[in-house]
C-alpha cells in the first residue's frame, strides 16, 4: 500500500535562525509590526510503500533521523496518511 509523508525540518529551538531574523526584518519593513520570530525550514512529502501504515511510519522516521535532518541543529516532526 502507498502511504504520503508530510515531513517538517525546523531549527531547533535553542539555536539562532539566520534565515528566519532575515524573513522577520523584511516582514517589519513591509509594515507588519505585528509578526515576529520567524523561523524558517523545511516542509517535506514524500510516498512510502509498505503493508501497514505502521511500517510506514517507521521508514519516515528512519529516514529522517539518517538523511533528512541534522540532529545537531535541526528537529523534525511528520505525519502519515493513506
Known amino acids: 500500500m502507498?502511504?504520503?509523508?508530510?515531513?517538517?525540518?525546523m531549527p531547533q529551538k535553542a539555536l539562532l535562525d539566520p534565515?528566519?531574523?532575515?524573513?522577520t526584518a523584511v516582514i517589519h519593513n513591509n509594515g507588519f509590526k505585528n509578526l515576529d520570530n520567524?523561523?524558517?525550514?523545511?516542509?517535506?512529502?514524500?510516498e512510502v510503500e509498505?503493508?501497514?501504515k505502521a511500517e510506514a511510519e517507521k521508514q519516515v522516521?528512519?529516514?529522517?533521523r539518517k538523511v533528512l535532518h541534522n540532529p545537531i541543529?535541526?528537529?523534525y516532526e511528520?505525519?502519515?496518511?493513506d
Do not use: P, W
Request: aromatic share 6%; charged share 25%.
Open 78 to 81: 511528520f505525519t502519515v496518511k
Open 38 to 46: 520567524v523561523r524558517v525550514g523545511k516542509h517535506i512529502t514524500l
Open 61 to 64: 522516521d528512519e529516514v529522517c
Open 2 to 9: 502507498k502511504y504520503i509523508a508530510e515531513i517538517n525540518v
Open 73 to 75: 541543529m535541526e528537529s
Open 50 to 52: 509498505a503493508a501497514t
Open 19 to 23: 534565515q528566519g531574523k532575515a524573513v
